[in-house]
């Protein structure tokens, strides 16, 4: 069930609008980013973390992996213009054909149980993603009119990590800058391959830290696991 975890860091943060990258806010006085990353380093099966970084970060970024003694990551990359260039950049460190996982740092809230279903998943079937059903009703919209009711049964709202055999991940990638294609996620690079990928129920919780209000969201979560804890 070993795996590496390609970590993309290297936003600006815009929607945030914390003035800085917002893996840097503090949540319980400790950054978003370290929070990330602990999730990994705590994990036995996690073997090598890829961080990939916007350079101006790269001296803050490299005290707090000291300050917090975060050993996994061996390799800091240089981020690129889009999150796929990122990953990408970070991809090419990575050799041989085991699993590789690919996650948001702005996802802090992901637990280890369902990262190692979604590994043992990806180790079945080559390609696997982490996801919950889609809560409310769907629409098509154009110019803001409505065309049609997407039925909901068939809808999920897709997350990360995202896992895949490291081979299917890498011809992903080439063909997508071959031909100039940018998606939103790494799953649908590997879809223009034709490839199946399977999906893992995760949960609500495993919010991306976007907008200012996410953060009372992640305040709440936070005080939910302490009690679950205690
Ligand atoms: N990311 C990255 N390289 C980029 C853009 C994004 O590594 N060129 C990372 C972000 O740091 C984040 C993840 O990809 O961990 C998801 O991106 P998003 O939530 O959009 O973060 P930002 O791009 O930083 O935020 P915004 O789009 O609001 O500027
Ligand atoms: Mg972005």
């Given at each position: 069930?070993?795996?590496?975890?390609?970590?993309?860091?290297?936003?600006?943060?815009?929607?945030?609008?914390?003035?800085?990258?917002?893996?840097?806010?503090?949540?319980?006085?400790?950054?978003?980013?370290?929070?990330?990353?602990?999730?990994?380093?705590?994990?036995?099966?996690?073997?090598?973390?890829?961080?990939?970084?916007?350079?101006?970060?790269?001296?803050?970024?490299?005290?707090?992996?000291?300050?917090?003694?975060?050993?996994?990551?061996?390799?800091?990359?240089?981020?690129?213009?889009?999150?796929?260039?990122?990953?990408?950049?970070?991809?090419?460190?990575?050799?041989?054909?085991?699993?590789?996982?690919?996650?948001?740092?702005?996802?802090?809230?992901?637990?280890?149980?369902?990262?190692?279903?979604?590994?043992?998943?990806?180790?079945?079937?080559?390609?696997?993603?982490?996801?919950?059903?889609?809560?409310?009703?769907?629409?098509k919209v154009t110019n803001g009119v409505?065309m049609?009711?997407?039925?909901?049964?068939?809808?999920?709202?897709?997350?990360?990590?995202?896992?895949?055999?490291?081979?299917?991940?890498?011809?992903?990638?080439?063909?997508?800058?071959?031909?100039?294609?940018?998606?939103?996620?790494?799953?649908?690079?590997?879809?223009?391959?034709?490839?199946?990928?399977?999906?893992?129920?995760?949960?609500?919780?495993?919010?991306?830290?976007?907008?200012?209000?996410?953060?009372?969201?992640?305040?709440?979560?936070?005080?939910?696991?302490?009690?679950?804890?205690?």
């Amino acid at each position: 069930m070993a795996y590496q975890v390609i970590i993309p860091a290297a936003g600006l943060g815009k929607r945030m609008r914390a003035g800085k990258n917002k893996l840097l806010l503090e949540l319980k006085e400790v950054p978003v980013l370290i929070h990330t990353l602990r999730v990994f380093e705590e994990d036995e099966a996690c073997r090598k973390i890829i961080l990939a970084i916007n350079p101006q970060d790269e001296k803050e970024i490299k005290k707090l992996l000291n300050k917090y003694q975060i050993t996994k990551v061996n390799d800091l990359v240089a981020g690129g213009q889009e999150r796929q260039h990122s990953i990408h950049n970070g991809l090419k460190t990575v050799h041989g054909d085991g699993i590789i996982l690919v996650h948001d740092a702005a996802r802090p809230f992901i637990r280890k149980d369902h990262i190692h279903r979604l590994t043992e998943k990806a180790e079945e079937t080559g390609a696997a993603i982490i996801g919950v059903p889609a809560k409310d009703t769907m629409k098509k919209v154009t110019n803001g009119v409505v065309m049609e009711t997407v039925e909901r049964s068939s809808l999920w709202v897709v997350q990360t990590p995202q896992a895949f055999r490291i081979s299917i991940l890498k011809e992903a990638y080439e063909k997508a800058a071959r031909d100039q294609f940018v998606g939103t996620d790494d799953a649908s690079l590997v879809e223009r391959l034709d490839a199946e990928v399977s999906i893992v129920e995760g949960d609500y919780d495993n919010i991306k830290l976007t907008t200012p209000e996410d953060l009372y969201f992640a305040e709440a979560i936070i005080k939910k696991r302490e009690k679950e804890f205690y």
